[in-house]
Structure formats: structure tokens, C-alpha cells
């Protein structure tokens, strides 16, 4: 098949071979065809013709055909070339397919073969571009999977900061960052609202002039992010529609997508570029899976300021208290009351968001269930708050597995032994460890032992044992390589509020309660809890419990 753009240059001086060529046996097939009939204007023509195949006659007058074909290599001219040599001549044909020549042709030439020569040289040319279109295919293709990389880097980048940094200056400019990088802008902002208000605050940004920027902190309205607000729906805007709003002063393209906290919309994610140059679906998709991580990290940051400004002001009761113990543990009932509404608010809320989780991307779904076990964990820790009574445990006994009780417990810490990095085994008898208790507050005090473990050996190992000892009670061993606690202290780490006092090696991280409640309920069934430890060697928490029918 010819194609309408193949182009053929005939330099040869004889108007008869050239009606030949030209005009009888190429022009009727389909091709362009010039005719030039010297060497220096062939020159001239092929740099600005383009031809794709070439034919020259070797007998040209001035510039010889053999001159020729050096000449045309020399400007970078990669055209085949066939040359038009009579008998004879066969020396200055082999000495033309030295200099680059790809075929010949024996004068007089018959219109078949011209026809026949010329395809074949075309066949290369058309091959060789075919190469080259591919390989330009394959280079964009290729710059396309690194951007993709890159881009998904940067949301697993964005998803790990979210689960793991507290800061949230440092968060909110980390999710800005690459918000701005995953939609190919050049400035962006994330506005959040105030509390309750319909008012936005600049939160975060990125490349914007010191005049905007110094306002990080405060109220401030670019001008279209209402809209978004309004609707909830994500808004990309460029060229001429986006003159009649403030935001065009620092830029011509902008793609605002809401940040949402079900349904409501707490935030905006805002990317601009310089240029007029659209959004794509594709930019508009990466910016709202940072903006669905952006929310999940103002629910983080909510949750957690709120807990810990509670845990402030009962640390603070308590240091300022010098009341009885009986008094204390009101203090505590009544935090644990005021905790318990909005983080009961809350986990029903990602409830609702567990019910869809189907529907979420992979990374979505783990933030998700990450928040679920931190929610999980806080109530927990509210329970044993409400429970924290010198005396008097309520209790719901019932038969249990001691070894199954050692094994949920396991569960519950899976992802915190492997956020710590934490070699953990487990070894128990195959035999059941038959015990009268009550299964929660057993398993409260697994928790408040594997918790201490665990935290404190981050890169090290935890060990659970359980069995029956030599005076036939049920022992169980929690063992750690962490910093071990030193020999003065180690009566006083089961009193009420206690908290080594090494901040360097135990920060104070805690609330200080949960050994003194584990060894209350642990006496309330009738065992014994103590700790050997030696500081640089790690610690050992023993208890003991009677078997069934002891």
C-alpha cells in the first residue's frame, strides 16, 4: 500500500529516463515524485523535500553520484539511495554500496523494476519508522508507569504519615505536598473548617506568595472553595470561567475536591496550576483519595486531641489530689463517663464506614480498620477506667481456657507487634488451663501486660508461658527484652498511678493504672502477681490463678 505522504527525489539529467521514471512508472502508483537534474540542487531538495527514498544516476554531470551520496550522509540525510548505473559500471556500483548505497538499478531501466526497487527500499523505511513509533510508544509508556509510581508512592507516603505522624502542622503539610504533587499543579492549600462554623481555615499550603501564606492559621476565603462547600462535589475550572473568581490571581486552572467526614464537608483540597491547562480525571481521582486520606486524619486528630486532653486534665487532677485512693478512682469513673459518649460517637461512625468498606480502595480500607482497633483500644482502656476500684471487682465468673484467653489476647496486639517490629511466641501446654473467672477482666490484665511488653521492646522479643507450676496453680509468665525497670521501683509499679521514673527510658506515655488494676483482679480471683527484673535485661511478669476445683 502507498502511502500519500512516501516522497521519491530522482536526480538524473536525461529528460527521457526521467519521463520513464517519474512520470510513467512511480507517479501512476500513488507517490510524490521530484526531479532534479544535478547533484548540488539534489543536495539543496533533500534537506527541505524529505524524500524517503532516493534515486541517482551515477552518470551526473559536476557531482557524481558516488559524490552525491556522500554528500547527502553528510547533512544527516538517512534516505536509502538507489543508484542507476549502466553495464560496465559494476566497480562504481560496488564502490556506491561502500559510501551507503541500498540498491541499484541497471540503465536502460524498465518500469517494473523501478517500481520493484523503490518498494523494497520503502519496505526498510517503513519498518524503520514503525520501529521508531513504537519506540517513542514504549518512552511515553514508560514515562507514564514511573509518574504512576511515583504517584502511588506518594499516597502510600500520605497513608503511612496519617497513621504514624502526630504532628498535625507536619501532617497537614505532608497531605498538601502531595496533593499538589499526585494532580500536577504548582501551588495548592487545604482549608478546614472552624469547629462547628461555616468558617475556613487555611491550614496548610504550598508555593503560595508570603502574603497568603503568612496567613496559615486563620480565616481566609480564596474565592471558590465555597462553592465546593455548598455542594460537596469536587469543581475543576480553567481558562476564561475562572476570571470571575479571586482564585485566578494565582493561577488559570484550579481543582477544589471536598474533604468529607460522612457526608459533611470539613475541608477543601485545593491544586492550582499556572497555565490554562485542564484538570484530567485522572488528577481529579489522586487528589480526592489524598482527600479521603485527609479526612481520616482530621478524624485521627480529633479523636486523639480529645482523648488526650482529657488524659491532661485527669493526670492533672491527680498530681494536684491529695485525697484518698477512693477519691482518685472517682476521679477516674467520672472521665471515664465523659470519654465514653464521644468515642462511643465515634466508633459508631466508623461502624458506617466498616458497613461500606467494599466499596473503599485497598489503602482506604486498612486507615479505616486501623481507626477501628485505635477506637477499640481507647474504649478498652475507658472500661478498665470505669472499673478501677480498690475492692469489690464485679465479677462475672465462668469456666474458662486460660490458653484461649492467652490467644485472643495475642490477636488483639497482632498489629502492634508488628508496628514494634516485635518477635512474639506464644508457648502453652496442649492441655486446657480450666480456670473460674471472669473472662473481661482476665483479659484486661493480658492486656495491660502484653501492652507494657511490647511497647517497651520495639525490635526486641516478647514471650507468653502458661501452665501448671510446682504448687499446682496455674502460672502464667509474660517475658520482654525490654529496658527492664530498676530494683527500687519495682515494688511500687502495681500502686495506683505509678510510673517509673526514667523518662528517657520510660516515657511517661501512660496513665499509670494498668498494673495496679490487673493485680486487683488478679487477687479479686484468688492469685498472686509480681514482676523480676533487672535494669538492660528485660522484665518478667508472673501471675498465678487456682484451677478449677481447687
Not at 523 to 532: L, N, R
Request: proline share 4%; aromatic share 4%; hydrophobic share 40%.
Amino acid at each position: 500500500m502507498v502511502l500519500s505522504q512516501e516522497r521519491i527525489l530522482l536526480v538524473e539529467s536525461d529528460p527521457e529516463i526521467s519521463d520513464l521514471i517519474a512520470r510513467q512508472a512511480l507517479s501512476p502508483m500513488g507517490y510524490q515524485v521530484r526531479v532534479v537534474g544535478d547533484g548540488t540542487r539534489a543536495i539543496r531538495d533533500a534537506v527541505k523535500f524529505l524524500p524517503d527514498v532516493v534515486l541517482v544516476n551515477m552518470n551526473l554531470p559536476g557531482l557524481s553520484g558516488k559524490d552525491l551520496i556522500v554528500a547527502l550522509s553528510s547533512q544527516g540525510v538517512e534516505t536509502p539511495v538507489i543508484v542507476i548505473a549502466e553495464q560496465g559500471q559494476e566497480g562504481d556500483v560496488i564502490q556506491a554500496f561502500r559510501l551507503g548505497a541500498s540498491d541499484y538499478l541497471r540503465s536502460p531501466v524498465r518500469e517494473a523494476e523501478v517500481v520493484s526497487a523503490v518498494e523494497r527500499a520503502l519496505r526498510q523505511v517503513r519498518s524503520r519508522h514503525e520501529r521508531e513509533k513504537l519506540s517513542q510508544q514504549l518512552e511515553r509508556t514508560n514515562k507514564e508507569l514511573q509518574r504512576r509510581v511515583r504517584e502511588l508512592t506518594t499516597i502510600f507516603g500520605i497513608g503511612k504519615a496519617v497513621t504514624s505522624v502526630t504532628d498535625q502542622r507536619s501532617l497537614f503539610d505532608k497531605i498538601i505536598e502531595g496533593g499538589v504533587f499526585v494532580s500536577e499543579a504548582n501551588k495548592g492549600w487545604l482549608l478546614l473548617r472552624r469547629d462547628e462554623s461555616k468558617i475556613f481555615t487555611l491550614s496548610a499550603c504550598k508555593n503560595l506568595p508570603k502574603s497568603i501564606a503568612d496567613k496559615v492559621g486563620q480565616p481566609w476565603d480564596d474565592g471558590i472553595s465555597s462553592l465546593v462547600a455548598l455542594s460537596g462535589e469536587s469543581l475543576a475550572i480553567h481558562g476564561n470561567p475562572l476570571k470571575r473568581f479571586k482564585v485566578a490571581r494565582l493561577g488559570q486552572s484550579a481543582l477544589v475536591v471536598p474533604v468529607k467526614a460522612q457526608k459533611e464537608v470539613v475541608g477543601l483540597l485545593v491544586a492550582v496550576r499556572d497555565a490554562a491547562s485542564a484538570f484530567s480525571p485522572s488528577n481529579q481521582t489522586m487528589l480526592e483519595a489524598v482527600a479521603d486520606y485527609a479526612s481520616i486524619a482530621l478524624m485521627n486528630v480529633q479523636l486523639f486531641d480529645a482523648l488526650e486532653k482529657r488524659a491532661r486534665s485527669l493526670q492533672k487532677a491527680v498530681e494536684g489530689s491529695k485525697e484518698s485512693e477512693s477519691v482518685k478512682s472517682d476521679v477516674l469513673q467520672n472521665v471515664a463517663k465523659e470519654l465514653r459518649t464521644p468515642l462511643t460517637g465515634m466508633q459508631h461512625q466508623v461502624n458506617l464506614m466498616l458497613e461500606t468498606l467494599e466499596s473503599m480502595r485497598a489503602d482506604h480500607q486498612d486507615g479505616v480498620r486501623l481507626l477501628n482497633e485505635n477506637l477499640a483500644h481507647m474504649l478498652r482502656i475507658v472500661d478498665a477506667m470505669s472499673g478501677f476500684q480498690k475492692t469489690n471487682l464485679t465479677q462475672n465468673p465462668m469456666t474458662v481456657n486460660l490458653v484461649e484467653l492467652a490467644k485472643k489476647a495475642q490477636m488483639r496486639f497482632k498489629a502492634q507487634i508488628k508496628q514494634n517490629s516485635v518477635n512474639f511466641s506464644l508457648e502453652v501446654q496442649k492441655d486446657p488451663l480450666l480456670v473460674m473467672v471472669d473472662p473481661d477482666q482476665i483479659g484486661e490484665v493480658f492486656d495491660a501486660l502484653l501492652s507494657n511488653a511490647i511497647r517497651h521492646s520495639a525490635g526486641g522479643k516478647v514471650s507468653v508461658r502458661a501452665g501448671i507450676g510446682k504448687n499446682g496453680l496455674i502460672h502464667v509468665m509474660v517475658q520482654d527484652t525490654g529496658p527492664g525497670i530498676p530494683l527500687d521501683q519495682q515494688s511500687q509499679i502495681f500502686q495506683p498511678f505509678y510510673q517509673v521514673d526514667s523518662p528517657t527510658v520510660y516515657p511517661h506515655d501512660g496513665l499509670g493504672m494498668g498494673l495496679s488494676l490487673a493485680k486487683d483482679i488478679i487477687k479479686s480471683h484468688g492469685g498472686e502477681i509480681w514482676v523480676k527484673s533487672e535494669p538492660n535485661n528485660g522484665s518478667t511478669f508472673n501471675f498465678t490463678l487456682p484451677p478449677t476445683g481447687s
